[in-house]
């Protein structure tokens, strides 16, 4: 249980706010490399804030106030040119840095003037990695991207974006939460199918270990022992605000209302031969069944967002009743309190990464390994989201047979 | 595609008995514990020297200046390398989260208790109202008193309770 003041703390992201001030000290990701083969801009909100995100003829990415400083209009419909982004209103012109590169009328009528120079536009750094988009909020100098070590595995790669309606946390208390998988995934699944049986293997003990890039939890059930790698390893809860399982799901507040849920997937393929994706496809992946109105409850992360968007639109935690299942929740409440008074102190917060050295295929723990061998029996049906493109799932059978067909490499 | 290991590492901290204390002889270890231990920049000989810790608990205990023998003490008495951290900040010998342990706690929530400057009879009367120690823990931290949490938690339930439940 939290009083509203606290509960206050870790929901609301808008700039000024102690958590906007975290999340900003983190690259997010807000948008798929591939989005942009067939758009050059995109309106985005991020932690409350109306942005437009482009790429422009150079290659270059930027990410800048929705609205130009000159009167307000819609960057969303502006154009790219060779570098930067003009608006569509009066052709004024600037770049990823926010610096105006052009005012047309104003330079016909004072071609000695700068008033150009008298005039920027708030914009944030953005890179692309993994087939994502990232942006970065926060003061300057910006950390360094992550490399995660998945980033660098061979596999089929693909990325999934839902937007949820309903606060970012109560998203990312799910990452440390263990015991909701027996219940949300295996016991209702099963009711939801109709499949008769014994319940889901229950868990009988849970363990938290943290690390420089966030929490390991780790259960024991009825089915397995302190032996498994459930327990050995676990699994993670990546700080921030991402759950790391072998693939990432991170939760980036849209508001303090909405979130951008972004998956990042990849399935093994047979084989040792190299394998090069050329593209990482980016899908969005409905949350609601058109026919029913209801939310999908088909495949695992739609059932997650069933669980989150029921806890209401900001989850009131006056009102909860905390037990045993709940320790790991507890401990990331914890940590954020006191990294938002890390930040507020002026220091960098947990998991921020400076050194180069350092930020080379970063090591996150994971069950099976990170090379783990595909399964011998074809490509999988996609379990974690509804609604995957046919053209994706192609994608994905064609690489596992070009694979499967390949000489071994050694 | 989990897969079982040969042995239950960091048994220490689950079963509170002696899996292996350090002296005796150390099982090798497997091909994943090696992998694992390579990602937090470990060696199979760190993995033996801190037996039977865990990669992810003798990362942790070395970043914050913790030895193999004072991780294994804690171990020991169930406290995992977090919680281990936590208590030698706080000066704690391990013995203390003993009447702890006794009273059905887990031992790590005496260093939760610490922090929070809780009582054991503190705790226990948390505990009887229906809170957790960690939620309890924060709560007090907060300023709360248990009667405010009681009667707060329960405000959305039964508008017309009686006073004093």
């Known amino acids: 249980m939290l009083s509203s003041q606290r509960n206050k703390l870790l929901c609301e992201t808008g700039p000024g706010t102690p958590m906007g001030e975290l999340l900003r000290r983190y690259w997010q990701p807000i948008a798929g490399v591939s989005e942009f083969e067939r758009q050059d801009t ?106 995660w070590d998945r980033f660098h595995s061979r596999g089929y790669k693909q990325i999934a974006i839902s937007e949820i309606p309903c606060n970012w946390f109560q998203c990312q208390e799910n990452s440390i939460d263990p015991v909701h998988f027996e219940w949300l995934h295996d016991n209702w699944s099963m009711t939801l199918r109709g499949t008769g049986g014994p319940r889901a293997p229950a868990h009988t003990r849970l363990g938290f270990d943290e690390f420089d890039y966030g929490f390991v939890y780790r259960r024991v059930r009825t089915d397995t022992t302190e032996a498994h790698e459930l327990w050995t390893t676990g699994r993670v809860c990546l700080w921030p605000n991402c759950l790391y399982v072998g693939h990432f799901e991170w939760r980036v507040p849209i508001d303090d209302t909405s979130t951008l849920s972004v998956g990042w997937f990849i399935d093994e393929l047979p084989g040792d031969a190299p394998f090069e994706q050329e593209r990482i496809p980016c899908w969005q992946a409905p949350i609601r069944d058109e026919k029913t109105g209801r939310w999908i409850d088909t495949h695992v992360m739609n059932q997650d967002f069933v669980a989150w968007v029921g806890q209401g639109p900001i989850a009131d935690r006056t009102l909860e009743h905390l037990g045993e299942s709940d320790r790991g929740v507890i401990i990331l409440r914890k940590r954020m309190f006191d990294e938002m008074a890390a930040v507020a102190a002026g220091r960098d917060p947990l998991g921020t990464i400076r050194d180069p050295a350092v930020n080379d295929h970063v090591y996150l723990p994971i069950i099976g390994g990170l090379n783990r061998p595909a399964r011998g029996d074809g490509p999988q049906p996609f379990a974690f989201l509804a609604g995957q493109p046919g053209e994706v799932r192609g994608e994905h059978e064609q690489a596992w047979q070009q694979c499967a067909a390949a000489p071994a490499a050694r | ?96 989260v003993r009447p702890w342990a006794a009273a059905g706690f887990p031992p790590g929530d005496a260093v939760e208790a610490a922090e929070a400057g809780m009582t054991l009879a503190d705790a226990i009367a948390w505990r009887g109202a229906g809170f957790i120690l960690p939620d309890a823990a924060l709560l007090v931290r907060d300023g709360w008193t248990l009667a405010e949490a009681a009667a707060a938690r329960f405000a959305g339930v039964d508008r017309y309770a009686s006073a004093g439940r």
């Open chain 1, 42 to 147: 995109k309106a985005v909100r991020v932690m409350g804030e109306d942005l437009v995100l482009y790429r422009d003829r150079e290659g270059n990415y930027g990410l800048v106030d929705r609205h130009c400083p000159h009167r307000r209009a819609d960057l969303a419909y502006g154009f790219t040119e060779g570098r930067g982004l003009r608006c569509n209103y009066h052709g004024w012109l600037f770049d990823h840095d926010g610096a105006c590169l052009h005012q047309p009328f104003e330079e016909t009528r004072h071609p000695e003037g700068a008033f150009r120079d008298k005039v920027r536009i708030k914009a944030y750094p953005v890179a692309a990695k993994a087939g994502l988009l990232w942006a970065y909020m926060g003061p300057r100098p910006a950390p360094l991207l992550p490399d």
């Open chain 2, 1 to 96: 595609m989990a897969a079982v290991r040969r042995r239950a590492r960091g048994a220490l901290t689950v079963t509170g008995t002696v899996a292996g204390n350090g002296t005796g002889p150390a099982a090798d270890p497997d091909s994943c514990e090696l992998a694992e231990a390579r990602g937090y920049g470990l060696t199979a000989g760190d993995l033996r020297r801190w037996e039977p810790l865990t990669a992810i608990q003798i990362h942790w205990a070395r970043k914050h200046g913790l030895s193999a023998g004072e991780a294994r003490r804690w171990a020991r008495e169930g406290v995992g390398a977090r919680d281990a951290v936590r208590a030698a900040r706080l000066r704690m010998a391990p013995e203390q």
